[in-house]
């Protein structure tokens, strides 16, 4: 699938996946940001079926995405259409097409336990109830697509994640607040760009959680980073989200389960320190 369509390839996940791929021939559609190779017609689906059979496109990705819960809360018509009506649109344009599609979801979501791929999850707020929605318009339409549930840190490009905004703090020593009840289990974004590769090659379908193995609190990163960058992590200071009146409402355990991805690429365990 050397011939790739991306959407929202300026932001964090996409950057770095144009970084990490430049084998590949990626054309990138919906960007803010300067980024290689950037399609420019009007986004309409004639436009991008000629398109696609022009330059023999066999894979779409869907980046692209609203994930600043505030934002989705105050923009819920910007959010609908860029969370929902756009992944649902590249699911039915990638069927008609005979493409392979793969969109990228969320683990924002609710569950007594670990949260597996076919857990009856809750959600609290508009973002998580999009993101729900858009899984089940994607495969509703297209059963052969791959959605990939994750929370991703370690940037390769000039976009940050949590991660690079964790260590700029750690290394000038400036306290940083994190939550010591906000529970995750996030891998680093190349692991995650490798098992998209993996499950591509495999010719997966359905959703995957790409998680590591253990549920971990925003405190405990900080103090993982701190070891990581070899940095004292005196200046992470606990906090808790529940105090936290001026946020929309927020999953405090949004832990993935994933069995399923390593039993079906094979792989024993997924450590966040190694793989970090």
């Given at each position: 699938?050397?011939?790739?369509?991306?959407?929202?390839?300026?932001?964090?996940?996409?950057?770095?996946?144009?970084?990490?791929?430049?084998?590949?021939?990626?054309?990138?559609?919906?960007?803010?940001?300067?980024?290689?190779?950037p399609?420019?017609?009007?986004?309409?689906?004639?436009?991008?079926?000629?398109?696609?059979?022009?330059?023999?496109?066999?894979?779409i990705?869907n980046?692209?995405?609203?994930?600043?819960?505030?934002?989705?809360?105050?923009?819920k018509?910007?959010?609908?259409?860029?969370?929902?009506?756009?992944?649902?649109?590249?699911?039915?344009?990638?069927?008609?097409?005979?493409?392979?599609?793969?969109?990228?979801?969320?683990?924002?979501?609710?569950?007594?336990?670990?949260?597996?791929?076919?857990?009856?999850v809750?959600?609290?707020?508009?973002?998580?109830?999009?993101?729900?929605?858009?899984?089940?318009?994607?495969?509703y339409?297209?059963?052969?697509?791959?959605?990939?549930?994750?929370?991703?840190?370690k940037?390769?490009?000039?976009?940050?994640?949590?991660?690079?905004?964790?260590?700029?703090?750690?290394?000038?020593?400036?306290?940083?607040?994190?939550?010591?009840?906000?529970?995750?289990?996030?891998?680093?974004?190349?692991?995650?760009?490798?098992?998209?590769?993996?499950?591509?090659?495999?010719?997966?379908?359905?959703?995957?959680?790409?998680?590591?193995?253990?549920?971990?609190?925003?405190?405990?990163?900080?103090?993982?980073?701190?070891?990581?960058?070899?940095?004292?992590?005196?200046?992470?200071?606990?906090?808790?989200?529940?105090?936290?009146?001026?946020?929309?409402?927020?999953?405090?355990?949004?832990?993935?389960?994933?069995t399923?991805?390593?039993?079906?690429?094979?792989?024993?365990k997924?450590?966040?320190?190694?793989?970090?």
């Amino acid at each position: 699938m050397k011939n790739q369509l991306i959407f929202g390839g300026s932001g964090l996940l996409g950057s770095n996946y144009n970084i990490l791929n430049k084998d590949l021939n990626i054309y990138n559609f919906f960007f803010k940001r300067k980024v290689p190779n950037p399609l420019k017609i009007k986004f309409n689906i004639l436009n991008l079926k000629k398109f696609i059979k022009k330059k023999k496109i066999k894979l779409i990705i869907n980046f692209a995405a609203i994930t600043n819960i505030e934002d989705c809360e105050t923009k819920k018509n910007l959010a609908f259409k860029t969370n929902v009506i756009l992944p649902e649109k590249l699911s039915i344009l990638s069927k008609d097409l005979k493409i392979k599609f793969l969109h990228i979801s969320t683990d924002h979501y609710i569950a007594k336990k670990k949260i597996k791929e076919k857990t009856k999850v809750k959600t609290c707020n508009y973002y998580s109830k999009n993101k729900l929605l858009a899984e089940k318009k994607i495969l509703y339409h297209n059963k052969n697509a791959i959605i990939l549930r994750t929370n991703f840190l370690k940037s390769h490009s000039a976009q940050k994640s949590f991660f690079e905004k964790i260590e700029k703090s750690l290394k000038s020593n400036k306290k940083i607040y994190l939550f010591n009840d906000v529970y995750f289990n996030p891998v680093s974004i190349r692991f995650l760009i490798n098992v998209i590769k993996n499950l591509l090659n495999k010719d997966a379908r359905g959703i995957y959680n790409v998680s590591s193995d253990k549920c971990i609190t925003k405190y405990d990163l900080g103090i993982m980073i701190a070891k990581k960058i070899n940095c004292s992590n005196k200046s992470i200071i606990k906090s808790s989200v529940s105090s936290r009146r001026d946020l929309v409402a927020r999953p405090k355990k949004m832990c993935l389960d994933n069995t399923k991805l390593k039993k079906f690429l094979k792989i024993k365990k997924i450590d966040l320190f190694e793989n970090l």
